[in-house]
């Protein structure tokens, strides 16, 4: 099983970009993903989670109303648009998946046993 995800890179403060995660190995339907990220020197934290089929989510504070996350059960894949970016969003994002069918949208670490290798964006001022 792998989580793939691709689109990171640099960008100025109040730009955007679109992060896909690609799964392959086996197909998450029925099961919850999210996004989390890391900042240099700090721990891993939750950014945004999804249900397994999309109609519902959970957003941290500091992401509310400038991302937004989505996914396309039909292609195994996971999307999280960025807008309004700021440094502070600067981080290595991450995407996860739950391994077991739940209705729910959790936001802890230890929920989620797929992860993906992680992305790497910077946002410049």
């Known amino acids: 099983v792998r989580l793939v995800e691709s689109g990171g890179g640099s960008v100025q403060a109040g730009g955007s970009l679109s992060l896909p995660c690609e799964a392959s190995?086996?197909?998450?339907?029925?099961?919850?993903m999210a996004w989390f990220r890391q900042a240099p020197g700090k721990g891993r934290e939750f950014v945004v989670a999804?249900?397994?089929?999309?109609?519902?989510?959970h957003y941290a504070d500091s992401v509310k109303d400038r991302f937004t996350i989505s996914r396309d059960n039909a292609k195994n894949t996971l999307y999280l648009h960025m807008g309004s970016l700021k440094p502070g969003d600067t981080a290595v994002y991450y995407c996860?998946?739950?391994?077991?069918?739940?209705?729910?949208?959790?936001?802890?670490?230890?929920?989620?046993?797929?992860w993906g290798q992680g992305t790497p964006v910077t946002v410049s001022t």
């Open positions: 996860a998946a739950d391994v077991q069918p739940s209705a729910g949208v959790p936001t802890t670490l230890n929920e989620y046993e797929y």
């Open positions: 190995g086996r197909t998450f339907y029925g099961n919850p």
């Open positions: 999804i249900s397994w089929n999309g109609g519902m989510s």
